[in-house]
């Protein structure tokens, strides 16, 4: 019974979490983000939640509600992820972001929110808490580009897959993660080499403006 009790705890079915919408899963989340100083997170497949523009995170969550079948607190589920946003500007916090080019190019919303979130990404670029890496089409990597994550210090690991979230605490499972994403980073540019990267991903909306 402990060990099925670990395995509920660690593993938490979207099909439960999502009963009653996104917008307690959300509500969550903020608990763990507050409680931590240094996030670091490494996404090869969309814009990651904590740099989405609301339009774009709609169309995130209107699509996972379908897949799940969950309800579409649509509205609240944005409004909280929004919310939660202003955890970029607090002194104190620092925001280790990395991501794959390709999650620039998954046309997941409608031109005008891609086009968007594009033009957001450039505006985080310099800020004092936020440090934004993406790793380029091309780029030699010493690993495959696998599955999102986020890092809470150096005590919790969310990982999402498409039945669950793993919630992964013990020591050894977290520094392996920290592994994974510090050998990622190794292969990312920052800085003007990002803004160009953003600029290359924002010229096929270019007929938008």
């Known amino acids: 019974m402990a060990r099925l009790q670990g395995l ?20 969550v989340l903020t608990i763990e983000y507050e409680q931590s100083a240094e996030l670091r997170a490494w996404e090869g497949a969309m814009v990651v939640g904590m740099l989405q523009t ?15 079948r969950a309800p579409k607190d649509i509205d609240e589920a944005v409004r909280a992820r ?17 991501m794959w080019e390709a999650a620039l190019h998954a046309d997941v919303a409608p031109p005008e929110a891609l ?23 091309g780029a030699r990597l010493a690993i495959p580009p696998a599955n999102g994550f986020w890092l809470y ?24 993660y920290r592994r994974v994403r510090d050998t990622l980073d190794a292969s990312a540019v920052y800085g003007t ?10 010229a096929r909306f270019d007929d938008l403006v």
């Open 8 to 27: 509920e705890t660690h593993t938490r079915s979207w099909c439960r979490q999502l009963r009653a919408g996104h917008r307690p899963v959300r509500d």
């Open 54 to 68: 609301a339009d774009y995170a709609r169309a995130v969550f209107t699509r996972y509600a379908e897949l799940h």
């Open 82 to 98: 929004v919310r939660r946003q202003q955890l970029l500007f607090e002194p104190g916090r620092q925001f280790h972001i990395v």
């Open 115 to 137: 086009a968007a979130q594009i033009d957001r990404l450039g505006t985080l670029i310099g800020l004092d808490t936020v440090t934004l890496g993406i790793v380029p089409f």
């Open 153 to 176: 210090d150096d005590r919790l690991a969310i990982v999402e897959d498409w039945h669950a979230e793993l919630w992964i605490d013990d020591p050894d499972s977290v520094a392996l």
């Open 193 to 202: 080499s990002v803004r160009r990267i953003l600029a290359r991903a924002r």
